[in-house]
């Protein structure tokens, strides 16, 4: 079963930030945090992880909170092209299943 | 290009005739898997593969055998297809063991009659 937790569905309007929350609250210590997301039907695409720092990518940015029980993916401008379904995952490093979980499914509107 | 490829990308057959879906990666990556996608069910994994001749069962292997002779290539094969195995299908690859993250292919949609 997946270990996060994540709102169905967000709505944001083009041009600005898209905050996606995800909850994990059941983490281990050596577990890291991924974030992938699936843009209609296509192969899910990989967007950014982190341990316990904020990340940042030319994609997105992860802000991981200090106890390590929620984080939240954030695309600072996001563009139509943004609309998806996205999963967050945690994942021990050398375990290579992904479990997905259901994900946000996105909806980026003029 | 870096990327993971799957053939076909669309097959409507019956059931009972064997298919072979193929995936191919052009990273040499150690690790690759499939997974299938069904409605309400999200991606769950079939098969593994940790390298050349290493495979492994995932969550729902039943109906499926793989097989990894050469690093790139990691085909899906199904015996004896039935309705129920009718799901859109991933391969996917990754560099090996540590944090390394998964590329996927874009997808088989199989239909089985």
């Known amino acids: 079963d997946a270990k996060t937790t994540q709102p169905p569905s967000m709505d944001c309007a083009e041009g600005r930030a898209a905050n996606l929350p995800c909850n994990h609250s059941t983490i281990s210590g050596n577990e890291y945090v991924y974030w992938y997301r699936q843009i209609h039907s296509q192969g899910p695409q990989y967007i950014i992880h982190g341990l316990k720092n904020n990340e940042t990518n030319e994609m997105a940015s992860l802000i991981i909170t200090e106890d390590r029980k929620s984080s939240t993916l954030i695309l600072p401008h996001a563009t139509l092209r943004d609309t998806a379904v996205y999963y967050c995952?945690?994942?021990?490093?050398?375990?290579?299943?992904?479990?997905f979980g259901t994900g946000t499914r996105l909806l980026v509107s003029p | 290009e870096a990327q993971v490829t799957q053939n076909p990308r669309y097959l409507i057959t019956v059931t009972g005739k064997k298919l072979t879906v193929t995936c191919s990666q052009n990273?040499?990556?150690?690790?690759m898997s499939w997974y299938r996608q069904d409605p309400g069910l999200g991606l769950r994994q079939i098969y593994y593969s940790m390298n050349v001749e290493v495979t492994d069962k995932g969550d729902v292997p039943e109906g499926y055998k793989v097989s990894r002779k050469e690093k790139r290539n990691f085909p899906l094969i199904l015996e004896s297809p039935s309705p129920n195995q009718t799901s859109l299908y991933f391969c996917?690859?990754?560099?090996?063991?540590?944090?390394?993250?998964?590329?996927f292919g874009p997808g088989t949609r199989l239909t089985v009659t």
């Open positions: 995952i945690v994942r021990v490093p050398g375990f290579q299943k992904l479990v």
């Open positions: 996917a690859s990754s560099g090996g063991v540590g944090v390394y993250e998964q590329y």
């Open positions: 990273m040499n990556h150690e690790y």
